[in-house]
């Protein structure tokens, strides 16, 4: 009794749900020794398979949390987390400002998405507010709003936890999906509700290596265009670990009770839901006559922002102006209307110059129908407005023939690409800095997780990589995945992906999803989980201590003997790879080598490359920048500069989200009860600010402080301690037994064989054949709960417990014996009560059980 209480005393928080699959586990395993002892076979069977199944369901939670049995029983929290802040007696906070909303801001959020996640956590289970959440989810249904649920699986306090209050409030199950089902849906998703869970949307799991958790799997919230977290307070959770999420540029939080919370917001939209003239309020209400008139006709639905539209220009504390892009063929615009909506809601009113948004779908109409106004020409924009928005770098104007720089008046403030490491942006900032204007270089925001929502690099980058393999799958005669038809069998395209950045990953994942063979190569090793994680089997080369990446995350220049090796490995691939994409860029500096003539030569005819750094002179040495061309007949490589272009749309909408993230950083709402009024500020303190702003009021502020550009995934520079320059997740390393016999079998395989056969053989050798055939059911029963297991969903893992919990209770049987012992003997007195108590426990756990099942019900339709 004391080492069980004292056992589980340190555990809670998100160890809950897998001590109690453990706990419940032992009492299977105590069911089959009493059934050995008892020579009774069904309580060998039932006892086996709860045990069984139990252990198997506690390691897959542990492993959904990237943790081990032990550590969870009798450890610390996390094994991923190193131990320098421990050495330093010191401890990491998140750095930010925290963004307050109140119930009249979320509502609006609410109404204005298109596409909902709520992720609930133990907060709601505390407060009960499922029954809320529920009714909320309704309303925004009845708007067309898409709304989702997601689950990690150790929310709550035992397995399914969530997922069963749900079910209980008649949430249907098939919009409630698991965090490896809606984790890639983040970044297209509108708005994230966060109701009461902390730990398992928290980034520093994937960004602080000396996180206590970091390394384990959480669901990716910060990914998404704003995110909302609702909590009673800004305290940390159980695992007492600080959440960088709070401070995020595109997160607000809701504080208060979940449940007044919710109640709140579900009667805020229900006030603004449009009234219907006739038929039922949801979706799952019955409709009593289908057939008449009435019934069919609904009044349309009528945004409410658009009557809000002339009272929000007039309040308008800034404005921001968007011009046609520079140069021929560029078809991306800076603001979008759906950003130009967003941004007037928070203040800020865009003047955008007639025809901007063509190139990419956007009518000067749709410009007006959101609050913006049109201007006839640039020059108008420029002088109307104290901030403009571009994409390209700042050039010569093709109607004015001015440069667009000189085309801004002093003091006002410029943000575009800029490529401040570059001869080009150093003329541009010098000619910003006589102007007098300020200059923000979106290329040179700082790789860090607080910055993620505004990275352009990455999000154009992302288009770049998928575009890659659309127009390599257009030029190659051939499937993509293998086929075996009547007509042939055809072998899978292989594509060797040059550079894991994030076009690298995009073109990775892409062509995996389309069913090639996907083959990838960088020089930073750290990228191989990711590489991997993305359907790509990453090539390593071993190069003793030479390190890919500079202290900004980029790749750096290597050695003549790495590049030499590195040529040699790209001659072999060339000879097996039919799609050859590269990425490959160092910041500032030409485009290196990789992919030489004599590789190209080795490729198979109707073979294709695809060089997205042909901008900056191409990766292959054959490259012609901007050009799509046959090489001898036989190989086709396209240099086009222009593939993100291609996708104008997405790219420019992309793109305009990370401005509008922006411009809420650049323009902090004052705290409440302040004086202060909302404004424009670039605040120098800011790291992100501080990192892209390369002039300001006349003065060149770049190169910025080391610290600024430093990434918690750079590798050590100039002797600095390695610890400090850990990857997020620590790496292992590798057992002794993950060592391979003879090219044939792990050490660790290869002593659990012979554990075997030396245990069966002594079994063989001295035990009963009572014994014998016991633990063959033992062993057979403990086959079905492993199969029991994994082809059952975590959602269902609540009932699945109960279920495996009532079978513990035939040890009923073992009490059914002794109470065929004289009456009113102790041991009589016992059996009677073992009989009472198990008889609980079977009936009891089937009856939840049936109860829990029946509560998960698919939409109607």
């Known amino acids: 009794l004391i080492w069980g209480f004292t056992a589980v005393m340190a555990i809670g928080g998100g160890d809950m749900p897998v001590s109690i699959s453990f706990l419940n586990s032992l009492s299977g395993f105590s069911t089959s020794c ?18 069984c199944s139990g252990i198997i369901l506690t390691m897959v939670m542990c492993r959904a949390m990237n943790r081990s049995i032990t550590n969870v029983l009798i450890g610390g929290f996390g094994d991923g987390a190193t131990k320098s802040h421990e050495v330093k007696g010191e401890k990491k906070k998140a750095e930010g400002s925290v963004t307050e909303v109140t119930a009249e801001d979320v509502a609006d959020m609410l109404t204005d998405a298109s596409s909902v996640i709520i992720v609930p956590g133990y ?49 249907p199950y098939d919009i409630i999906l698991s965090m490896d089902e809606i984790n890639d849906d983040f970044p297209t998703t509108d708005i994230v509700l966060i109701i009461g869970a902390n730990d398992t949307v928290n980034p520093a799991a994937q960004t602080d290596p000396d996180s206590p958790i970091a390394g384990m799997p959480v669901l990716e919230v910060w990914k998404a265009k704003q995110s909302v977290v609702m909590k009673r307070s800004l305290r940390v959770g159980y695992a007492g670990v600080d959440n960088p999420l709070f401070v995020e540029t595109n997160n607000s939080m809701f504080l208060g009770d979940a449940k007044k919370s919710v109640d709140m917001l579900a009667d805020l939209l229900r006030a603004k839901e449009p009234a219907k003239l006739a038929g039922p309020a949801t979706a799952n209400e019955a409709v009593e006559d289908e057939e008449s008139p009435a019934s069919k006709f609904v009044a349309p639905v009528v945004d409410p922002f658009i009557a809000k539209i002339p009272a929000l220009q007039e309040e308008a504390f800034l404005t921001i102006g968007v011009s046609k892009e520079a140069g021929d063929g560029e078809r991306r615009v800076a603001i979008v209307p759906d950003a130009t909506k967003r941004l007037l809601r928070n203040g800020m009113l865009v003047f955008v110059e007639s025809g901007a948004g063509e190139g990419g779908g956007f009518s000067d ?84 997780s607080r910055a993620q929502s505004l990275d352009v690099l990455s999000s154009q980058a992302k288009i770049a990589g998928y575009r890659a393999v659309i127009e390599a799958a257009n030029v190659y005669q051939r499937f993509l995945n293998g086929e075996v038809t009547a007509a042939g069998k ?39 989980d990711q590489v991997e994680s993305m359907g790509g089997e990453f090539l390593v080369l071993d ?68 060089d997205l750094a042909g901008a900056t002179g191409g990766n292959c040495e054959l490259t012609r920048p901007g ?15 222009d593939l993100i272009g291609r996708m104008s749309w997405q790219a420019s909408s992309m793109y305009a989200n990370n401005m509008a993230n922006l411009m809420d950083l650049l323009c902090p709402k004052p705290l409440k009860g302040s004086e202060e009024i909302r404004k424009l500020n670039i605040n120098m303190d800011d790291k992100v600010i501080r990192g892209m702003t390369v002039v300001k009021e006349g003065e060149i502020t770049w190169p910025p402080p080391a610290e600024v550009t430093k990434t918690a995934a750079a590798p050590a520079q100039n002797g600095e301690k390695k610890m400090e320059e850990e990857t997020p997740v620590a790496k292992k390393k590798p057992s002794v037994f993950s060592k391979r016999v003879l090219d044939l079998t792990t050490i660790g395989e290869l002593c659990g064989l012979t554990f075997g056969a030396f245990f069966f ?11 014998v055939s016991q633990l063959l059911y033992f062993i057979l029963a403990g086959f079905l709960g492993y199969y029991l297991i994994w082809s059952v969903e975590p959602a269902l893992f609540s009932p699945l417990m109960s279920t495996s919990n009532s079978l513990s209770g035939f040890v009923i049987l073992g009490g059914m014996l002794m109470a065929s012992l004289p009456r009113g003997s102790a041991s009589n007195v016992l059996g009677c009560t073992a009989i009472t108590v198990a008889a609980i426990n079977v009936f009891g756990g089937f009856a939840v059980s049936y109860r829990m099942l029946s509560m998960f019900k698919a939409e109607k339709h």
């Open 34 to 51: 009493a059934g050995f002892m008892l020579v009774n076979k069904a309580l060998v069977v039932a006892g086996a398979f709860v045990g």
């Open 543 to 610: 190069f003793g201590s030479e390190e890919g990446g500079d202290a900004s995350g980029y790749a750096t220049v290597m050695s003549d003997e790495f590049m030499a090796k590195e040529m040699e490995m790209f001659r072999e691939q060339a000879k097996e790879c039919q799609v050859i994409i590269t990425t490959a860029a160092i910041p500032g500096r030409p485009a290196p080598k990789l992919i030489m003539k004599d590789a190209v030569d080795n490729m198979q005819a109707g073979s294709v490359i695809v």
């Open 123 to 171: 907060g709601m289970a505390v407060s009960k507010a499922q029954h809320a959440i529920a009714s909320m989810t309704t309303t925004l249904r009845s708007r067309g709003i898409n709304v989702r649920f997601a689950i990690h699986p150790v929310a709550g306090r035992m397995p399914g936890h969530m997922n069963v209050l749900l079910a209980e409030a008649k949430v």
């Open 490 to 528: 055809f072998d899978a395209c292989k594509i060797l992906v040059v550079g894991a950045g994030v076009a690298g990953l995009a073109a990775i994942g892409s062509g995996a999803n389309m069913g090639a063979i996907v083959r990838a190569f960088d020089t930073r090793l750290e990228t191989k």
């Open 627 to 641: 050009e799509t061309y046959v090489y001898d007949n036989r190989v086709t490589i396209i240099g086009s500069t």
């Open 761 to 771: 053989g002594i079994v063989a050798a001295y035990a009963h054949i009572t014994f």
């Open 365 to 448: 109409t749709s410009y007006e129908d959101v609050g913006a106004k049109i201007l006839p020409n640039s020059q108008a924009v420029y002088d109307t407005t104290d901030v403009i928005i571009k994409i390209k770098e700042p050039g010569r104007n093709s109607v004015t023939r001015k440069h667009e720089i000189d085309m801004v008046p002093k003091g006002k403030t410029m943000i575009s690409f800029v490529g401040p490491r570059t001869d080009g942006g150093k003329a541009l900032m010098d000619k910003a800095a006589s102007a007098g204007i300020n200059l923000l270089a979106v290329d040179a925001i700082p790789r860090i």
